[in-house]
């Protein structure tokens, strides 16, 4: 059960929580928020250099003041630290925000997918089995649905058919995550995230892109000429969901929570959720929000799809409403004034 101080039952007080991607965007704001509600944090990251490392290192600064806050600097595809990792210490919960992200990206470079999203992923697996633990909760994508054409996406809807190496190597993750869960009933539970956004950022990701070409006076790469919607969810949307997932373990199998539905039976302590703000936007739509929260025009340079791309993302949160109680529901225009404003003072 969840209120507003927290999940009943459940004292933070002396938790030990792994936060894997702790210098990245998702992971450094998970950790804030676990600092401030009285868990003690483990992050390690490996600093990969796929985006500005600064930003990175600027997240770490936030959080080092933190007495209840260690960094260790760890990749994840590094089997023998890992293992040491779990031996050192006994962690209460584990959550993976760490792996190789973008879609365009692992067009060139597919080997670092298959080292930090699978190699890296497994260690971590290893590492839960040989130290027992309440939770592990780890970032899949909403790319799982690649050519899916049904919306909203279901987590029930079929993710046989991926169209980036991203998107498969996240399906991945969730399938051998559930086959862990099997063998050793280790609780484990998926986020499939939608556009997530926010202050601090990836520099990588449209909004952010989109902001700074605005800013600088030069044109933004519009691909599709526009025609494309994403699910954009609010940073703050996405703590609060993966917190209140973190703290509410599967306590019983799949099977029987869906009586009757045959094609999910599973005897795992494992879930997959959607959590996207159920609300697509179209990409003229963000553009016009940056031009106003920046006062300035966009120059565009329309261009065709580009190859492992979807055309739109949108989130059917209703098994999260009700099994874990919570919806994002931050707007889109709330949520872009925030990132402008965190924005400008960032690079003033």
């Not at 944090?41 to 796929?50: A, F, P, R, T």
Request: charged residues 15%.
């Amino acid at each position: 059960m969840y209120t507003k101080t927290g999940v009943v039952g459940v004292r933070s007080s002396g938790m030990k929580v792994l936060v894997t991607g702790v210098a990245g965007f998702i992971g450094y704001h998970l950790a804030q928020r676990l600092l401030k509600d009285g868990f003690q944090v483990h992050g390690i990251d490996n600093l990969s250099e796929y985006y500005d490392v600064s930003l990175k290192k600027a997240r770490l600064e936030q959080l080092q003041p933190h007495t209840a806050f260690v960094f260790q600097y760890l990749d994840l595809s590094d089997r023998p630290g890992m293992a040491q990792l779990f031996q050192a210490h006994r962690f209460d919960y584990v959550v993976n925000l760490a792996a190789q992200a973008g879609v365009r990206y692992s067009l060139q470079d597919p080997w670092t997918y298959i080292d930090s999203n699978m190699t890296g992923f497994v260690n971590l697996l290893e590492g839960c089995r040989q130290q027992p633990i309440r939770h592990l909760v780890f970032a899949s994508s909403s790319s799982v649905y690649g050519a899916n054409t049904k919306v909203p996406f279901a987590v029930s809807d079929r993710t046989d058919f991926p169209v980036s190496l991203y998107a498969a190597t996240k399906k991945a993750n969730e399938l051998i995550a559930h086959t862990y869960s099997h063998l050793y009933q280790i609780p484990m539970t998926g986020l499939r995230f939608f556009t997530v956004y926010g202050p601090w950022g990836r520099p990588d990701m449209a909004y952010f892109k989109f902001a700074r070409a605005i800013q600088a006076g030069t044109a933004i790469d519009v691909y599709n000429y526009g025609q494309m919607q994403r699910d954009f969810t609010y940073i703050d949307d996405i703590i609060e969901g993966v917190v209140r997932t973190l703290l509410q373990p599967p306590q019983t199998t799949l099977a029987e929570v869906t009586s009757g539905q045959t094609n999910l039976n599973s005897q795992a302590l494992f879930r997959v959720y959607n959590i996207g703000n159920h609300n697509p936007v179209e990409l003229m739509t963000l553009i016009r929000l940056l031009e106003e929260a920046l006062g300035l025009t966009a120059k565009l340079n329309l261009l065709p799809m580009q190859p492992g791309e979807v055309l739109a993302t949108y989130a059917d949160v209703a098994d999260l409403a009700h099994e874990i109680g919570f919806a994002p529901a931050t707007s889109i225009e709330a949520g872009i004034q925030r990132f402008i404003e965190w924005y400008r003072s960032y690079t003033s």
